[in-house]
């Protein structure tokens, strides 16, 4: 008799390889200056960990981490990519003159072998509303096989924070857009909105949000020790927050961001924020719409849970659970879905 067939750890890895495949993915990491400086800069500082030691570059992409690394001192540097950007990689390697120093090794993290364990892990692993791609599960694995008891990890921890917002804009603009189409093209498509609503309530939006936006302060609503997390702690990511608005608003959702660290043992530690105050970078924000703007004033108190879980029917998507009440009125509980096959 056939041995059951295992059941792969994320549900459809080929089509997450692929989209890392092409140049536009990489174009876009690292043409955002805020995240490959802010990386640069962490390694760079971080050179007493890495000069003279083995370095592991999980998702290495076009292998510019690994350079980096090498650009710190590194005396060995395995860059595990899984996807076809590899081979462009090894040409970025031997162009730069590292290939001496740098190793491509193409395949998995979960299936590759390295020949010794390494003094330090480096890896960008974010994806939008922090764990959306679950790449997080493959530091873990990598930092569990192969990083030696004091190696060091960069980046070292990760923040989720969320904060209210108004942006009355985004309805008239995304739901009555319907409603306006027929002075335009003489149809009446108002059928539509429901559907919208559907849409843009259901699921997690990626917006450029302005600092200008939060009615009230941020919550740090999810703090990730990256150095010991476990996959099973990632099962569900939970927080809570209580804030009281600023004052006379419209109350239209939740942006929620977030933030990495790499602490540096006797130096300052290196911070890449992607928060709606700061320096925008290609992640952008992710933002929880609430049906309808509620009015908020001085002192309103929004309070609540959030849950992020894996996606249900693929690990790499993300499902968000939303409890809060504004004010006085009754509890709302939402849900949001982030993937890249359902409606958005
Ligand atoms: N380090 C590069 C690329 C970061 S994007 C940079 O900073 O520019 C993440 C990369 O990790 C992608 O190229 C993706 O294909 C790769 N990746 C994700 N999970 C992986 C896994 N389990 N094994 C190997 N590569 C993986």
Redesign the pocket.
Known sequence: MEPPVKRKR?DD?GF??K???GVS??ED??RDSV??NT?RLAILRSCEQIAGKVVA??????????CFCVQAGAKKVYA????A??EQAKKVVKSNKMDGKIQIVR??????ELPEKVDVI????MGHFLLY?S?L??VI?ARDKWLKEDGVILPSQASLYMAPITNEDMYKERIDFWSDLKGKYGLDMECMIPYAKKCIFGSVQIEEVFGSDLIAHETKVATIDISKVTVQELQSVKGSFDVRCFGASKFCGFVTWFTVTFDIPRKESVLLSTSPSKHSTHWRQSVLYSHDPITVEQDTVIKGTITLTPGTKNSRYLDVALKYTVGELSEVEDHYTMSDDGPS
């Open positions: 994320h890895d997450y390889f989209s890392y495949s993915i990489h990491m690292i995240r490959t990386y570059d999980i998702g290495a992409g076009t292998g510019i981490l690994s595990i990519e899984a996807s950007i590899a395949g998995k993290v979960e299936e590759v480096v890896s960008e692993w791609e790449m599960n493959s694995y």
